[in-house]
């Protein structure tokens, strides 16, 4: 099959002086991969004949839906690339009570576009062939009743820095032991939840888990949980 690489990808291959009968990787972010050689270079536009597709996977061994707490700007598109890094499936960016970035409307149709744009990118880079989905933001109620349709089965952990809250290590343990292999991971905005935040996730299932004595940044906290995830193989 020959192809015409869209403006972006088809921009890399520029960037990157590619040849005509060079190989490159591509993927559409449906799983697998496909090797094709490029057949020719124009100005902007690029052609390529599509050879081999190969099944390959790498995907962590748990399917985990970030919710994250919103926060501003920078902070937000880091921890947007290193989820997808690290292989978190799907990132829902709440508005919570304390979210300091509050989007709507248009502001907030961009953002998702930006957020998902940064996700594709890191995709590529890492060689990931499934891409990590952004979902519009919900307040956490919205997501939670959701999350009782979509996904009544899934482990459910609220970062916590309260006393009590069970180690990550032990809350791993549990999980590798039982189906399903899907977790909703919650954590705050910088400014944390709010108590009733708090005990509305605990109400609706989530486990509090401990990331240790410091208090992390928002965007810190939840790497942390999908390196380890990662570390597991
Ligand atoms: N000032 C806030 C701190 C928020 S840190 C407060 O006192 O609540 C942002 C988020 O990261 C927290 O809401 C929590 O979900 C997560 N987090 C940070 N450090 C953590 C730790 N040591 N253990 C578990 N979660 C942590």
Redesign the pocket.
Known sequence: MILSLPAGTARHVQVRRLQPNDVITLFNGEGGEYTARIQHMGRSDVQVQVETKSEVDRELPFHVSLWS?MIANERMDWLLEKATELGAAKVLPIMAERSVLKLKGERADKKLAHWQAIAVAASEQCGRNRVLQVLPALSLSAALMEATETAPLAHRW????AKG?QSLQSAITSLSSLAPKAVIL????????SPEEEARALAAGFKP??????????E???VAVLSALGALG
């Open positions: 707490g609220v970062l916590s820095l809250a919650l954590s705050g905005p910088e400014g944390g939840l888990v401990s990331l240790g004595t410091r208090v992390l940044r928002a810190t906290a939840p």
